[in-house]
């Protein structure tokens, strides 16, 4: 099982800050297969980035995602009040999915 | 609008059991792989199960193996999660994902707590 440890685990920013997030793998993943969520209290994950970089439709273009092998980063160029939420990375490269136990971006 | 509607959640005893439903609309049902993902209180997601689009393939997660079934109605486009033998390690919200590689719509979920 792949095992995706993300970084830090709460990192505090004011808006118009850039925000960047990493995961880091266990092993290699394939980038086709690693995805970033964007989850808001008592709200369901909403997909942001695809295939490491990709963004998902109607995400806007401050969210960018970078890397390959064992690290990506998640990047938010100029941090807006409805940002700040947790993000979770995940590999659907390899099974059993897995997910990283998520970074909470919170308002300094 | 694509739209995934979960229900079925609720308090249950240890050892008890729940079936979870899964409604899907605006979209062809039939046409893509289908996952429950949970997430227990103020916890990670954690993937349970998967369903291929006939439904002759399904997976699961160690955790949940031999007590929970997953299986779908492409007739009712909905899709179901059997859970049996419940432990209180399986109290989470329950979210309904659809599969287009990646995991791209995903319902509000349902709240499963298991507690005597």
């Known amino acids: 099982e792949i095992v995706l440890t993300q970084s830090p685990g709460t990192l505090s920013l004011s808006p118009g800050e850039r925000a960047t997030l990493s995961c880091r793998a266990s092993?290699?993943?394939?980038?086709?297969?690693l995805a970033w969520y964007q989850q808001k209290p008592g709200q369901a994950p909403r997909l942001l980035i695809y295939?490491?970089?990709s963004r998902a439709t109607g995400i806007p273009d401050r969210f960018s995602g970078s890397g390959s092998g064992t690290d990506f980063t998640l990047t938010i160029s100029r941090l807006e009040p409805e940002d700040f939420a947790v993000y979770s990375c995940?590999?659907?490269?390899?099974?059993?999915?897995?997910f990283g136990q998520g970074t909470k971006l919170e308002i300094k | 609008e694509v739209q995934l509607v979960e229900s079925g959640g609720g308090l249950v005893q240890p050892g008890g059991s729940l079936r979870l439903s899964c409604a899907a609309s605006?979209?062809?049902?039939?046409?893509?792989?289908m996952h429950w993902v949970r997430q227990g209180p103020g916890k990670g997601l954690v993937w349970v199960s998967r369903?291929?689009?006939?439904?002759?393939?399904?997976s699961y997660a160690d955790s949940v193996e031999g007590r929970f079934a997953i299986s779908r109605d492409n007739a009712k486009n909905t899709l179901y999660l059997q859970m049996n033998s419940l432990r209180a390690e399986d109290t989470a919200v329950y979210y309904c994902?659809?599969?287009?590689?990646?995991?791209?719509?995903w319902g509000k979920g349902t709240t499963v707590t298991v507690s005597s």
């Open positions: 994902v659809r599969d287009t590689n990646p995991m791209d719509v």
């Open positions: 605006g979209f062809t049902f039939s046409s893509h792989w």
């Open positions: 369903i291929n689009p006939d439904g002759s393939s399904t």
């Open positions: 092993q290699s993943v394939s980038s086709s297969y």
């Open positions: 295939g490491a970089s």
């Open positions: 995940q590999q659907y490269a390899n099974f059993p999915y897995t």
